[in-house]
T-cell receptor, first 116, second 111 residues
């Protein structure tokens, strides 16, 4: 099975532009997560989604950031009007549905956003 | 804040066992202990997880103390490719969905 697929792997944006990061979960996984990692820091939870639903967005900044996981297609993390502080690695992860207690969360290789 | 504490860094000789400790003294009865590692500029890689019993897979062994307040990840024969940051995580949050990451242990495997 293919793992969690993220693209682009590297993205450069000028301040004020929009960044769109895409994530395709592992086959059979209906839960998607987004995490952010700033340089020299641990990963920080951003949002947890199921198909067409945002379950927990407690880690999302209140402005400029949004996430979706449509019925068809990949999950999208969208950052509007990027600023230099948005420069980070963004990791997507996926897992099986809830009925699998203790199930494992698998991560993609990340998308590295650089804002210039 | 992370519910785990780990040493900042460790060294290990190639071919020897690497034993990485983790304290999670406030762990609740239904919380799992997960281990991931992150090689520089790559995504976190799942290693192993456990609830109460010791666990072993093709990558590592996980030893959890009887009171569940600490655990040890064992890489039986460390190689240079095992050089990475190792994260011990207690799974918390709604339906155990949210992983809270600390700073992990930076393991250097030396030739």
């Amino acid at each position: 099975n293919a793992g969690v697929m993220q693209n682009p792997r590297h993205l450069v944006r000028r301040r004020g532009q929009e960044a769109r990061l895409r994530c395709s979960p592992m086959k059979g996984h209906s839960h998607v997560y987004w995490y952010r990692q700033l340089p020299e820091e641990g990963l920080k939870f951003m949002v947890y989604l199921q198909k067409e639903n945002i379950i927990d967005e407690s880690g999302m900044p209140k402005e400029r950031f949004s996430a979706e996981f449509p019925k068809e297609g990949p999950s999208i993390l969208r950052i509007q009007q990027v600023v230099r502080g948005d420069s980070a690695a963004y990791f997507c992860a996926s897992s099986l549905p809830d009925r699998y207690s203790g199930n494992t969360i698998y991560f993609g290789e990340g998308s590295w956003l650089t804002v210039v | 804040d992370a519910k785990t504490t780990q040493p900042t860094s460790m060294d290990c000789a190639e071919g020897r066992a690497a034993n990485l400790p983790c304290n999670h003294s406030t762990i609740s009865g239904n919380e799992y202990v997960y281990w991931y590692r992150q090689i520089h500029s790559q995504g976190p890689q799942y290693i192993i997880h456990g609830l109460k019993n010791n666990e072993t897979n093709e990558m590592a062994s996980l030893i959890i103390t009887e009171d569940r307040k600490s655990s040890t990840l064992i890489l039986p024969h460390a190689t240079l490719r095992d050089t990475a940051v190792y994260y011990c995580i207690v799974r918390v949050g709604l339906l155990n969905r949210k992983l809270i990451w600390g700073l992990g242990t930076s393991l250097a495997v030396n030739p």
